[in-house]
């Protein structure tokens, strides 16, 4: 997508109850941040809406558990940011005239926190039935909402168990399990649990980052990663790959005479070749009514010329 085609910034957020009832708030002032990461947590949202009239603000309070909030651009991408449980709301003041509510809501937590899987599998169960096993146990908990996402085929052909097996315990912890005994990660992305092979990534279309689609400053690599912001895009998610000019990444390198200091220590991550990452944390900020609108994301360098299951380069 070119810059020419991101201005006139849109945004809609919608909030509902369990039976489908709901209110739209995207003709207000927004303030928003999301985030996602390739961790063993669910991806939260903290969401301000300015100056609702106060019958409006209760019934948020007391009759809502749902919110959507999307994002982009009149003329170009839009798309969904985050769909979660809303889980504390919180009113106040910012002077005589200004008042707000804030919104922290949470993508699948009542499948984190209170999932528990209590299931018997017959000898040759794969890693993904037991995956399986484990999600419809968050599904459950959270209502209808937790689906399995993306699964690598070595999850339905290795590690079969040569004798029969109880899972029982909290769902999350089950799947950490897996992804250890499977050379995987799993995460939850947009309501789904997905597991993605440590070296790597979800499959689809590369999001290409430069100045003329919105690449904002000078990428950096460091210890966490390569980290870089770009105008809001909402295809940038969790697992994903973005194509960024290597030429661009300012990237440090450590000469260090005798034996370093601790404090001089310094890993960043590698610099592709081809400009291909694979996106570890996608974080989205914005103010409709301000001058933020941006796209932050963490991610690591991707061999293109390697099969997806054998491409993420290690750090050094």
């Given at each position: 997508m070119a810059a020419s085609d991101q201005y006139l910034r849109k945004a809609g957020l919608l909030v509902s109850s369990d039976a489908g009832d709901g209110i739209d708030l995207s003709q207000l002032r927004i303030q928003f941040r999301t985030w996602a990461?390739?961790?063993?947590?669910?991806?939260?949202?903290?969401i301000r809406v300015f100056n609702l009239a106060d019958a409006t603000a209760q019934q948020v309070q007391k009759e809502f558990q749902k919110v959507s909030l999307q994002a982009g651009y009149e003329r170009g991408n839009f798309g969904a940011i985050f769909s979660g449980t809303?889980?504390?709301?919180?009113?106040?003041?910012?002077?005589?005239?200004?008042?707000?509510?804030?919104i922290y809501a949470a993508d699948l937590d009542?499948?984190?926190?209170?999932?528990?899987?209590?299931?018997?599998?017959?000898?040759?169960?794969?890693?993904?039935?037991?995956?399986?096993?484990?999600?419809?146990?968050?599904?459950?908990?959270?209502?209808?909402?937790a689906v399995q996402g993306h699964t690598p085929e070595s999850l339905g052909t290795g590690g079969t168990l040569p004798r029969g097996k109880v899972l029982f315990g909290l769902a999350r912890e089950r799947l950490t399990d897996i992804a250890a005994t499977t050379g995987t990660t799993w995460s939850i992305s947009e309501g789904k649990v997905n597991f993605i092979p440590l070296t790597g990534y979800l499959e689809g279309e590369a999001v290409v980052l430069n100045a003329q689609t919105g690449l904002i400053g000078v990428p950096e690599a460091t210890n966490a990663g390569v980290e870089a912001r770009?105008?809001?895009?909402p295809r940038i998610k969790l697992g994903t790959r973005v194509q960024i000019d290597n030429r661009l990444v300012n990237s440090v390198q450590v000469n260090q005479q005798g034996f370093p200091r601790f404090t001089d220590l310094s890993f960043p991550?590698?610099?592709?070749?081809?400009?291909?990452?694979?996106?570890?944390?996608a974080e989205h900020v914005g103010d409709t009514r301000d001058n933020v609108w941006e796209t932050r994301l963490t991610c690591l360098s991707v061999d293109q010329s390697a099969q997806p299951g054998a491409s993420v380069q290690a750090f050094g």
């Open positions: 990461m390739d961790a063993e947590t669910p991806p939260g949202a903290i809303i889980k504390q709301v919180r009113r106040g003041r910012l002077d005589a005239k200004d008042s707000f509510l804030d009542q499948a984190y926190n209170f999932g528990i899987v209590s299931k018997s599998l017959k000898a040759g169960a794969s890693p993904a039935d037991q995956a399986k096993a484990s999600t419809d146990a968050m599904q459950k908990a959270e209502g209808g909402s770009c105008l809001l895009n991550a590698s610099v592709a070749a081809d400009g291909f990452y694979r996106v570890l944390v």
